[in-house]
């Protein structure tokens, strides 16, 4: 397949930024002529995948929509109508199939989320923290220029520091993102372990149609996608969700169970997700972290759960073993193709670290983004089936140990061996780690589908 | 009147054939039949608790006297009935994905039959010849296949262990309870209530 035509492709779809500030401003539209102008406004300063030549921008701007947004922004009723069920819905009205209910039911999310006002989202994100206030000034007075839309609120987050330096690390202290797919077509260091499995045991790109609009998906078919083609190709779906961390729950946690588990603290907290904390998989190193296969990309994402049916390596309920299963439900993973997603995801709070007291009060978490072509198909399932359900795992109800919403009802079972170091062990009554505090479901759209939807150009014919 | 009970889904599908194919069908389950490593895959889709292809042939219609005039019919009949846990999609989605050639062998005799890849053709196809479930009783709404497995492995782990445990030392009883964990430990989810359907 040939390259892609980065320059109309949203850049923050291609790629992680991997930029350490980050503000995620949500938007009300007041008046359809008004809001249009403040999208022509902001067509030359958002971020395409354009290759960065001349390194990293200071500060970079992504745009998206959810429809009630693109209903304000009187797009055609033809159009609003073909955009799929879930998107039209959005993220809440889909409370009880994504299992947000109890401790993340939406009555509990942030204010911004309460009414059905957010229209649109901006990434923004910056190499420091004045690029970032700078960008999101000069937008600012774009809003007030056009008068086009209402700042409903800001989420602020920041890649968390340790010892002055930028890390992968989230406040439970897992060094995150290793697992992203590839996509035909998108320029990446490509490694092993990403993308699909092939009969042979090598490893290929995903469909791009798995991740854009208007390409092929693995079932070899377009993805569902609203008219006009011109308006969605190039374009995808987005999942944003405020996940908040309860930190000190997480970590009396681990106190608690290592105190009668045999494998000690360490391991446990690497049981709960698949890797220790410095990332290294537990299927390559059961033992102890080796931090020489967190540096390598051959090896880092590198493995498959065949050999370890029984889960004494990597529990089979674990959270990495679930949102990425791999081979481990079989048929070389072609069950599993079609359920990838697209992370992007930034913390948010002030970084404790271990030894230094927590607490889950604090506003600390992750902005959680998905990518995907079909929410339906690939969030709403991995976020039902997997995340909040085991019968794929043959885990029965048993939830992700550590992102399930559990509500002090939770069940987690390491699997082990008959070494002292290794041992089984069942944890009950888990409590929520994490708690959901908002979020909604956005259409990501090309550059030529921006300027079509600024210029009132949108014909469903 | 639902196609589902709890965590399960029963499915039916009737496809008309021309006779002439029906002969080619039966021959090909004959061979399906009695060559066992071509249902392996279907096997291993844990999430089918059942399924069948019957043909019903157009003379085989039950004919109960008391005036009820014989039917013409110029076709035969394909019935397919299927148990299964998880959604209509995920279903779907898995037999298009991994073994869309089985199931081409099976249904390319039926009218109209689109293939089963892609699969939204697919989709449509057993949507127009799907008929819904009148009476659906399952004796265990709250567990899947993969669950009633579990447990039976769980209980048969218990068993034996019980069997035994009078006659060990507690050394013994260490060791054999320690074996036990280690059986039954990937075996010990949760029943409960299926997912919201979607």
Known sequence: MSKLNETDIQGFVLRGYNLPYGRYILLRFENPDRARALVSKLLPIITTGQRWDNGKPQSTVNIGFTHRGLAALALPDATLLSFPVEFQQGMKKRADILGDTGLNAPARWDDVWHGNDVHAWLGINGLTATALDDCCSQLRSLFAETRGAVELAAQDAVSNMVDGQQTGKEHFGYTDGFGNPDYLGIERNSQPGHGKQLPDGSWAPLATGELLLGYADEAGELPAAPIPHILASNGTFMVYRKLHQNLATFRSFLDEQSAVYGGGREKLAAKLIGRWRDGTPLELAPDAPDPSIVKDPQRSTNFTYGADGAGTRCPIGAHMRRAHPRDAFGFNGKLIDRRRITRRGQTYGRFVPEGELASDAEERGVVFMVLNANISRQFEFVQQQWIEYGNDAKQGNDKDPLMGNHGGHGKFVVQGDRSATNPPLVCAHLPSFVELRGGDYFFIPSMTALGMIAMKLVDPR | ?198
């Open chain 2, 1 to 198: 009147m639902s196609n589902i009970n709890g965590k399960v889904y029963a499915m039916n599908a009737i496809t008309p054939m021309k006779p002439w194919k029906t002969w080619v069908l039966r021959l090909i389950f004959f061979v399906l039949g009695h060559v066992k490593s071509l249902q392996q895959d279907l096997i291993n889709l844990s999430f089918i608790e059942f399924a069948r292809w019957v043909v019903v042939p157009r003379a085989g219609f039950p004919q109960f006297g008391n005036g009820q005039e014989p039917e013409k019919l110029t076709y035969d009949y394909l019935l397919f009935f299927s148990n299964f846990n998880g959604t209509w999609n995920q279903y779907i989605d898995a037999f298009s994905a991994v073994l869309s050639k089985g199931l081409n062998l099976i249904w390319q005799w039926s009218e109209k039959f689109p293939g089963s890849v892609p699969v939204t053709l697919f989709k449509e196809y057993i949507g127009r010849v799907q008929f819904d479930t009148d009476y659906y009783f399952t004796a265990y709404p709250h567990a899947t296949a993969n669950d009633l497995k579990a447990a039976h492995a769980v209980q048969a782990s218990y068993d034996d262990l019980r069997s035994r445990v009078n006659s060990l030392s507690d050394a013994e009883f260490a060791d054999a309870y320690m074996s036990f964990v280690l059986q039954v430990q990937p075996n010990l989810g949760e029943t409960g209530e299926a997912p919201v359907v979607f």
